[in-house]
């Protein structure tokens, strides 16, 4: 109930708050339909990334459902480039395509590149641009042939706004983590977090894992498959359009594993999400991190 009236509180007061104007970045590309199946368009994607250096390092059928795939990719030079930003910077080395099929055609979208790096870098992002332009650029021109369409969609937002991003007053920032677990280790947290996955604990799942032993820094996707709470219940209400967000992921630094808080992750993916949308899924961020805390447990 109390949650219920916070969220009131927001709508009715703070919904003009976030302004829409002189936006220029979009979190989703779409690059069209392709006329052939999910597999053998995946096996054309997949192509095209690794004609670029980029390596699929994981992928999923988001709610389960065999029409929709998630596709993982990574790149070398982006991981060595995002692991200086030393605030949770991994969580940009992550690039994601998201496949749908309708009959024999399959519709193509890609998670932004410079979309993320804005939000997950912030104020570092302009230390590094050339580097992560390149990593956009190259994604941009693996990715476009396949289609015809090309747009962006989703929303926008300026590099400001994605760098301080808020989706309201009150609502946490990058810089408001949730802490899961504090390990005697980071040996000790990589240890009980896979151990976990692999069990599927909470009906979870391992979709791509990055693991930097030197930096002593993981990443893990987890996709959420509790038909009752996962992503079952929140893609539906808030826009199965945008499930190249997903997995949501985990990071150790350290001995310190952490997850983006459900308000800001759920909202950076979806900007255009209502609050009257968002309060339909009022319980979401919670069983995020319930989940994710039982997975370093």
């Not at 926008?156 to 309201?168: A, I």
Request: proline share 4%; net charge positive.
């Amino acid at each position: 109930m109390k949650k219920f009236i916070f969220f009131i509180i927001l709508f009715f007061v703070f919904t003009g708050y976030h302004s829409v104007n002189s936006q220029n970045l979009s979190p989703y590309i779409k690059v069209g339909v392709s006329n052939d199946n999910l597999q053998n368009t995946a096996e054309k994607v997949k192509s095209a990334l690794n004609n670029k250096g980029f390596d699929i390092i994981g992928a999923y059928n988001p709610e389960n459902k065999s029409n929709m795939l998630v596709l993982v990719f990574s790149r070398k030079d982006l991981q060595t480039t995002v692991l200086k930003v030393k605030d949770r910077g991994a969580l940009a080395a992550a690039l994601k395509v998201g496949l749908k099929a309708s009959d024999n055609s399959t519709t193509i979208n890609y998670l932004n590149p410079p979309y993320l790096f804005n939000a997950y870098l912030r104020d570092d992002y302009s230390k590094h641009k050339s580097a992560l332009q390149k990593v956009a650029n190259d994604v941009k021109s693996a990715l476009s042939p396949l289609g015809s369409e090309n747009k962006p969609f989703g929303g926008s937002l300026s590099e400001k706004e994605l760098k301080k991003y808020q989706y309201k007053m009150m609502m946490p920032y990058f810089t408001d983590p949730v802490t899961l677990k504090k390990f005697s280790s980071f040996e000790e947290g990589v240890q009980t977090i896979e151990k976990n996955l692999a069990s599927k604990k909470g009906n979870t799942k391992l979709v791509y894992k990055l693991k930097f032993n030197s930096n002593k820094v993981a990443v893990y996707g987890v996709g959420l498959l509790d038909k009752e709470s996962g992503e079952n219940f929140f893609l539906p209400i808030i826009g199965e359009d945008h499930f190249a967000a997903l997995p949501y992921e985990i990071i150790l630094q350290g001995n310190t594993a952490t997850m983006l808080h459900g308000r800001y992750r759920i909202a950076l993916h979806w900007p255009e999400l209502t609050m009257g949308t968002f309060m339909k899924i009022m319980s979401t961020p919670g069983y995020i991190e319930e989940t994710l805390e039982d997975l370093c447990e």
